[in-house]
């Protein structure tokens, strides 16, 4: 009935959606998944039972007082106690029963829970460059936990409540249609109008509301993330009041859309009360008329008043269980829809291991664009870059240089064209193998909230601790980490928010020297530092070069005099090919044009 209804509603997509994510993971644990069923039906049997084992200590009690003579009190009472130890039994059976249920309920939804995390977590890590620049991060981490802990009551409603609860609203319904007809057909009908209505109000009134205050909380959390996690500018301007402003203007909406949610709840679940009032009425008066036609004895209707309170209690609890059934799919649909999300850059079956020795890299008539843009930013460019060669990547910015290093990594993917590695295809071969073989060090470099050496070792988790302090020495890092209170034992904060620039450089630095890659790329790493800090970087650079197929994403033109060759990029395109010298005689040249202007600023 719940399912057929929840097809059948227009709105009905997200149930779909989650539903469809839901059995995936229940395909996994199938004995487990059986096993619960059945112990959860049994326990429901003997519940269901129960009532009519106190219709029968009713009736005995009643012949032993209706009844002279010894003989038939001592048969009423071996029947009542009979009746008393059936009702015992039951109750300890589904104690018993219920109890293995919810061990098994535990064992399911922990592994379930673990694995979804752990899946989302995979799949957030493999979405493209775009989605992750157009994506909060705080955002995110609230889009999978809260999912992750609505699994823990969907499991629970689905398996251990409404379950039950269908199952206990038949076996009543048919039990009592058996010996009476009419009462059969009161409880079922009843059951079914009073379960269609509050589907029916729980997707039509309550989850539309619901939706809209979910997406107010998951902006909540993004607006948290991103005031704390750029807390330091907050402080550089101090603007802690205009952060604290534009959060509360966040929660207002949030605090009316919430309480139109819960408001929506409440009013949703009077009107189930109200139902579950008509019901009883109809139910007991039912069996008042059965008693004065002389078709139920007292016992009988005892038996009648027991099933209805179980049944009372269960179709209660119902509109319960729908209601958080509702609020459960809400949760895990952003869940969900992470999971659907096409992962735009993947491997592709058969990829196999990139294998990189001497560096070379070439554009073979590489055509790119970005999602959105009908123009190319690259239109059939080809270029060639030897083994161990030092290139420096020049021009305005949004010239192409940056989407040059990200197509060698296969962060993007051509739309046209190859880009090729030692003569293999990017798209030929494993992304993180790949990536493996390419060390990056960046302008703005990232480091993870733990200990310097564990940052430094991020590229060789296997690194010995001597590998790690050496490859600290060739950084330039030694010095610095060696006046920190605890070493290289140092925690660096939040995206290494406790070092300076400089020394940030430098465990970035130190972290290319230990992948020891074949391929480096420099993303202009001393484009903002002091002087001292920058010689000391360029120093550790040069180092670094030496063997290595080189690129450097050149910001500052002093940096590049000692390359090899210049790409110089303009709007997509090669416009100059040459030494820093030869580039720099070229009349009416680009990157003459800007050296000059470089010149005459530092001046």
């Not at 998951?218 to 607006?223: C, H, I």
Request: contains cysteine; aromatic residues 8%.
């Amino acid at each position: 009935m719940i399912m057929s209804l929840l097809r059948h509603t227009k709105r009905s997509g997200a149930f779909r959606l989650v539903f469809g994510f839901l059995w995936g993971h229940w395909r996994l644990q199938p004995r487990v998944i059986a096993a619960i069923i059945g112990v959860i039906s049994l326990s429901t049997l003997c519940e269901v039972l129960v009532p009519l084992y106190a219709g029968r200590l009713v009736d005995a009690l009643a012949a032993a007082e209706g009844v002279p003579g010894e003989a038939a009190r001592l048969a009423a009472r071996a029947t009542a106690t009979e009746a008393f130890l059936m009702i015992l039994g039951l109750g300890l059976g589904m104690v018993a029963l219920r109890h293995a249920a919810f061990v098994g309920i535990v064992r399911l939804t922990l592994v379930m829970m673990s694995d979804i995390a752990q899946e989302a977590f995979a799949r957030v890590q493999r979405f493209s460059s775009d989605w992750h620049a157009n994506a909060f991060a705080g955002s995110t981490v609230r889009k999978i936990s809260r999912g992750m802990w609505s699994l823990d009551l969907l499991n629970d409603t689905l398996l251990v409540a409404l379950l039950p609860s269908v199952t206990v609203l038949a076996g009543a319904a048919v039990m009592l249609w058996l010996q009476w007809p009419v009462l059969g057909m009161v409880v079922a009908g009843g059951a079914v109008v009073f379960i269609g209505m509050t589907v029916a109000l729980s997707i039509a009134y309550v989850a539309p509301a619901a939706r809209l205050s979910n997406a107010w909380d998951t902006r909540v959390g993004g607006t948290l993330a991103d005031a704390i996690g750029c807390n330091a500018v907050v402080k550089g301007f101090g603007a802690e009041a205009r952060e604290e402003g534009r959060l509360a203007r966040v929660l207002r909406k949030w605090n009316t859309r919430t309480r139109r949610t819960w408001m929506a709840a409440t009013w949703s679940g009077t009107a189930q009360l109200f139902a579950l009032l008509l019901l009883r009425t109809a139910i007991i008066g039912t069996g008042l008329i059965l008693w004065w036609q002389g078709q139920a004895t007292p016992g009988e209707v005892a038996y009648m008043l027991t099933t209805y309170f179980v049944v009372h209690g269960y179709l209660r609890d119902v509109g319960f269980h729908v209601h958080n059934l509702q609020r459960s799919v809400n949760d895990m649909q952003e869940l969900a829809e992470i999971h659907a999300t096409e992962v735009t850059i993947a491997d592709k079956p058969g990829a196999v291991p990139a294998m990189v020795a001497s560096g070379r890299i070439m554009f073979d008539a590489v055509r790119f664009h970005y999602a959105g843009h009908e123009t190319p930013l690259y239109d059939g460019l080809s270029v060639a870059i030897a083994a161990g060669e030092r290139v420096g990547l020049v021009g305005p910015s949004g010239s192409g240089k940056t989407t040059f290093v990200k197509l060698i990594q296969r962060l993007y993917d051509v739309t046209g064209g190859r880009v090729l590695v030692d003569g293999q295809d990017v798209r030929d071969v494993t992304q993180g193998s790949l990536r493996r073989q390419i060390a990056v060090v960046q302008q703005e470099p990232i480091l993870f909230h733990r200990t310097l050496a564990e940052n430094i070792a991020y590229a060789r988790p296997d690194a010995s601790r001597a590998e790690i302090e050496r490859a600290a020495r060739l950084a330039n890092a030694e010095d610095f980490i060696a006046r920190l209170p605890r070493g290289y034992a140092t925690l660096v904060g939040e995206r290494g928010v406790k070092l300076s620039g400089g020394e940030r450089q430098r465990v970035a630095i130190a972290r290319a020297f230990l992948a020891d890659a074949p391929i480096l790329i420099l993303d202009e790493a001393t484009s903002s530092l002091d002087s001292e800090s920058e010689a000391q970087i360029q120093e550790a650079m040069e180092r670094l070069m030496v063997g290595r197929t080189t690129l450097v994403i050149a910001h500052r033109l002093s940096t590049v005099r000692t390359l090899d060759r210049l790409l110089v990029f303009d709007r997509g395109r090669i416009a100059e090919e040459g030494t820093p010298e030869a580039l720099l005689r070229l009349e009416g040249g680009i990157y003459r044009r800007l050296h000059a202007r470089q010149s005459l600023d530092f001046a």
